[in-house]
Each structure stands twice: as structure tokens, then as C-alpha cells.
């Protein structure tokens, strides 16, 4: 291994695989474990496929900028690419070991770490200083990269709350539906900002409509039969979470005046659309056995499952 030949501390990290979360906790719980909290740098590499140097740019609890973090796990670090930011959580082993408490977050490269207060309030402030500047300036690019942090809080404190209010009813679509999606998981504006949501939804083009991963949450959350319409008109979504969000929503709500609409559905080129139609017309209609599959067994014979519904709706037994 090459010796570094350097005047900053030097913070050693490793990680075994026991310590990867699949699904990271929220973003309180990861800062009140850590022993550091930092944005760094990917330094390069020490000569080991296993071993890096991360560079840290800011740091609250008492991490200095210059420090070079010694990563040795290639479990946690392999995904870094140089000239990126980093947000790290590091616990510490005592002395001068630490580990990543769960994966970098990437974050612009001008996201300051500033506040003074506590580092759970401290991040959150920051976070929220930063997306009101972008979102003001129409740097809308990082105004979602950093949005997305807000969403890994678990409580979100009033002036956040209202930030994302006012974004959400903004013009940009992509970071009003990041809003939108943050503050209805935790219900807030139910009565209003759901209809909103879904009409942008509907009028926004394929590009705009972010990945947030929660759609189904929140269709399902929300659902009632005066959003029947909405969802049928999202199940033609170009997006993939929400037209499959929109298809399960028309099955919660179990309404028997989609029955035709749900026909038509199992002519879908998406095995999944066409199952959740199944599903939906089983729902409605109190029938199970063959007219009620399972996944698995609907993969295996969709066609004749898609040939029952239909016979069945042709017969009349829909009207």
C-alpha cells in the first residue's frame, strides 16, 4: 500500500458487508449515530481495489476541511466517481477508526454545510437554505437533487413544511411533484393538494414526472371514487410507477363502473397492467378461483385467464 505522505489527519473507515442497510434509516437516526458528519470527495484510489481516499470539503462536528478519510471497504465505496460531493455519516470505533453508518448521498457541489445548531436541525436548515435559493433562482437541476434529502427525514419541521408548500405549487413540474409526493406521505393537504397533484400528473410531460418510488403510497392513501377518472386517465401514464400507481388505486376503490374500462386493460402490452386488471375485476366482483389468479399462475396462462374476463364481460355479467 502506498504511504500518504500528508500534514491532515487521516480518518480511517472500514465496513464489513453486515453493515450495509438495504434501506437506510431516516436522516435523524443516521446523524445521531454518527460520530462525523462530512461532505467529501473521492481522493483516489491508495493502490488497493479495496481502499480509497475521501477528501473532506465541510464538516459539522468538529471535521475539518482537508481532513482525508481513509475508506478500506469496497462494499460502500465501489459507486463513488471522482469530482462528485458526498454526504457521509461516520460512527466511530475509537481512536481514529470509523464507518459509514450507510451509503454517500450525492449532493451538489455547492451545497453548504453552514448552520450552527444541533446536526439533525443543522442539516435540515441547510438543506432548506439551499432549496429555497435554487428554486428562487429556477436552478431547478439542483433544487430536486437536494429535495430528495428532505424526503429522508422522518419529522419535518414547520419552516420546511411551508417551503415545500410553495413549491409544490410552483410552475416547475418535476420539483412540484418531489414537494407534492413529500408533504402528502405525510399527510398534508389531503383535501387540496391531492387533486393538484394528480392534475399535474395528468398535463406534465414524461420527462418531468420524477422517480420518486412513493406514488403508490400516496395513490393508495388518497384514493376515493371522485378520483376515478384521474386514475384512469394515469394508467395510459408514460411513467411506469404512476400507471401502475393509477391502476391500483381504480382496484382499491373497487367501483363497478370501471368495469369496462378495466376490459379494455387486459389488452395492455404490460403483463403487470393486465394482471392488476384481473385482480381489480376479481375485487369488484367477489370472484376468486380461476377468475381470481395469482401472479404466478397468471404468468403462466395469462391468455386464459384475459380469454374469462372477456367472455365473461361479453355474456353481459359486467353490466
Known amino acids: ?19 450495509i442497510a438495504v434501506a437506510p434509516p431516516p436522516l435523524e437516526s443516521r446523524i445521531a449515530q454518527a460520530s462525523k458528519v462530512c461532505i467529501c470527495e473521492l481522493a483516489g484510489s491508495l493502490g488497493s481495489a479495496n481502499d480509497y481516499n475521501l477528501t473532506v470539503i465541510q464538516g459539522y462536528k468538529d471535521v475539518a476541511k482537508g481532513n482525508v478519510i481513509r475508506a478500506s471497504s469496497p462494499e ?35 451545497f453548504p454545510l453552514t448552520s450552527s445548531a444541533s446536526e439533525a436541525t443543522s442539516l435540515e436548515s441547510d438543506i432548506d437554505d439551499y432549496l429555497r435559493e435554487k428554486y428562487r433562482s429556477g436552478a431547478n437541476t439542483d433544487a430536486q437533487s437536494i429535495i430528495e434529502l428532505l424526503d429522508q427525514f422522518q419529522v419535518l419541521s414547520p419552516a420546511s413544511l411551508s417551503l415545500l408548500g410553495d413549491v409544490a405549487a410552483g410552475k ?30 395528468e398535463t406534465a410531460p414524461s420527462r ?49 363502473s370501471s368495469t369496462a374500462f378495466l376490459i379494455k386493460e387486459l389488452d395492455s402490452s404490460d403483463i403487470y397492467d393486465e394482471y392488476i386488471a384481473v385482480s381489480a375485476l376479481a375485487d369488484i366482483y367477489g370472484k376468486t378461483g380461476e377468475f381470481g389468479p395469482g401472479m404466478g399462475e397468471f404468468e403462466r396462462d ?18
Open 172 to 201: 416547475e413540474n418535476t420539483v412540484a411533484l418531489w414537494a407534492a409526493t413529500i408533504l402528502l406521505k405525510r399527510g398534508r393537504g389531503a383535501s387540496t393538494l391531492f387533486r393538484a397533484y394528480l392534475e399535474r400528473l
Open 302 to 319: 395469462r391468455g386464459r385467464y384475459i380469454h374469462l374476463w372477456k367472455t365473461w364481460f361479453k355474456h353481459g355479467d359486467g353490466s
Open 208 to 256: 418531468e414526472i420524477p422517480l420518486t418510488g412513493s406514488a403508490e403510497f400516496v395513490f393508495l392513501r388518497f384514493a376515493t371514487h371522485s378520483e376515478i377518472g384521474d386514475f384512469e386517465k394515469l394508467s395510459h401514464s408514460d411513467s411506469t410507477e404512476v400507471r401502475h400507481a393509477a391502476l391500483l388505486a381504480i382496484k382499491k376503490v373497487a367501483d363497478r
Open 76 to 110: 460502500s465505496f465501489d459507486r463513488l466517481a471522482p469530482m462528485i460531493h458526498y454526504l457521509l455519516f461516520l460512527g466511530s470505533r475509537g481512536g481514529s477508526a470509523y464507518w459509514p453508518i450507510s451509503g454517500a448521498v450525492p449532493v451538489p457541489r455547492d
Open 1 to 19: 500500500m502506498k504511504v500518504l505522505l500528508s500534514l491532515t489527519p487521516i480518518l480511517v473507515v472500514s465496513v464489513s458487508v453486515a453493515q
